[in-house]
């Protein structure tokens, strides 16, 4: 009898990965799809990052590491987080994964037990409440809209948390969004969490370095609730190594045991070759993750400008990452032929198979209105991929 698990039917597939599937199996076909669905930086790994990985295969570094990662990564990024964000942390402190995803999901099962209530702003990255649903917790959404440039208040946040809610879901700068929260902002925030001393915060920063305003501010900089923060991280974005899968967590000691105790049940540490590559990326130097820094910010003033010449798009102007999140909704209820576009998914289905421009519906993101465009992207892709999309929604009537 082909039954899975009560678990595995809790859970909903990735949206970001059936839209990239779909758009795979239309260039597959000939159609020229331009992909705008994927958060993937479309630059090549740094040279000096991938020279350090060839020294370590040539030098034998292909047996298991301990399950948190070589003491000489855990320590260069011991020291990235004191030179780069000001925060003191012992290498007993950090656990390295397979990408920050695996972090972000082993600080969940970690501290969340069945019907404990974690709270997640929406707009949020698709994998987070699957995961509080994996660990069999309650996500529990506060709705941000871009009216507030998809940023939660304190009077919100004070107003999710009851007696149930074991942790906040923070990413700034944010998928899908791009916004990011300031010093201020994140103090807001913080103060209100100082009243409830059961609330553990999740600071997913995977996007830092990939800023358009100035420095990057964490939550754990903030003494008095430092102890009480997992900041989670990794060389995906900043250094273009997504398929590399080295992701970390600065936490709390009991944190990291119990992440520890978890991923040496189902991983292990992660790859060695990596291992070694990341700590060069951490410890060498840092001048190529500011030229694709400045590239991305290029992009996204060119994005923003094209998108807000499109009749009917909403669009603010984000701050990092490389997303651009519009609102779209009044495109709902119009027609084109045998396409109606009653919500997002419909309108992202639309813009694939008549634009042939792959983006992400906002439903997935817990913003319905909305929709989802990667801007890590060739300037040519992202000006013909406007042109198309303006194009296109014209039909519309």
């Given at each position: ?8 039917n ?21 159609v ?83 019907g ?140 990291v ?36 820094r ?44 045998d ?11 639309y ?41 296109t ?5």
């Open positions: 009898m082909e039954q899975l698990s009560d678990r595995l809790r859970l909903s597939p990735s949206a970001t990965l059936a839209m990239s599937q779909k758009s795979s199996e239309l260039k597959a076909q000939g020229d799809v331009i992909n705008l669905s994927v958060g993937e930086p479309d630059f090549n790994t740094p040279d000096h990052i991938k020279a350090a990985a060839i020294k370590a295969v040539e030098e034998n570094w292909s047996r298991y590491s301990p399950v948190p990662g070589y003491p000489e990564l855990k320590q260069a990024i011991v020291n990235k987080l004191k030179n780069e964000n000001g925060l003191d942390y012992k290498p007993s402190q950090i656990l390295c994964s397979n990408g920050a995803k695996q972090s972000v999901c082993n600080a969940i099962m970690a501290i969340i037990n069945a404990d209530e974690v709270i997640i702003p929406a707009p949020y990255w698709v994998s987070y409440p699957q995961m509080v649903l994996l660990a069999e917790g309650t996500p529990v959404f506060i709705d941000a809209p871009i009216e507030q440039d998809f940023k939660i208040t304190p009077e919100q946040l004070e107003a999710a948390i009851t007696p149930k809610t074991r942790a906040l879901i923070l990413c700034s700068p944010s998928n899908p969004t791009g916004s990011v929260y300031s010093k201020e902002e994140l103090e807001g925030l913080k103060n209100v969490l100082l009243k409830h001393e059961r609330v553990i915060v999740i600071a997913d920063e995977i996007y830092e370095h990939i800023n358009y305003v100035g420095k990057h501010a964490s939550i754990a900089s903030f003494d008095d609730i430092k102890d009480r923060v997992v900041v989670i991280n990794g060389v995906s974005k900043a250094y273009a190594m997504t398929g590399w899968r080295i992701g970390f967590i600065a936490a709390p000691e009991w944190i045991k119990g992440c520890n105790k978890l991923q040496g049940q189902y991983t292990s540490g992660p790859c060695s070759v990596s291992q070694k590559a990341a700590e060069v990326a951490f410890a060498g130097p840092q001048q190529c993750v500011e030229d694709m400045q590239a991305f910010e290029r992009r996204k003033n060119l994005i923003v400008k094209l998108a807000k010449e499109i009749p009917g798009l909403e669009v603010n102007e984000p701050q990092g990452a490389f997303y651009l999140f519009p609102k779209c909704s009044s495109y709902f209820g119009k027609k084109d032929g396409h109606v576009i009653n919500n997002s998914s419909d309108f992202a289905m813009l694939l198979e008549v634009g042939h421009v792959a983006t992400v519906g906002g439903d997935a993101f817990g913003s319905p209105e909305c929709f989802r465009m990667s801007y890590a992207t060739s300037d040519e892709n992202i000006v013909e991929s406007m042109k198309r999309i303006k194009e929604l014209a039909r519309l009537k």
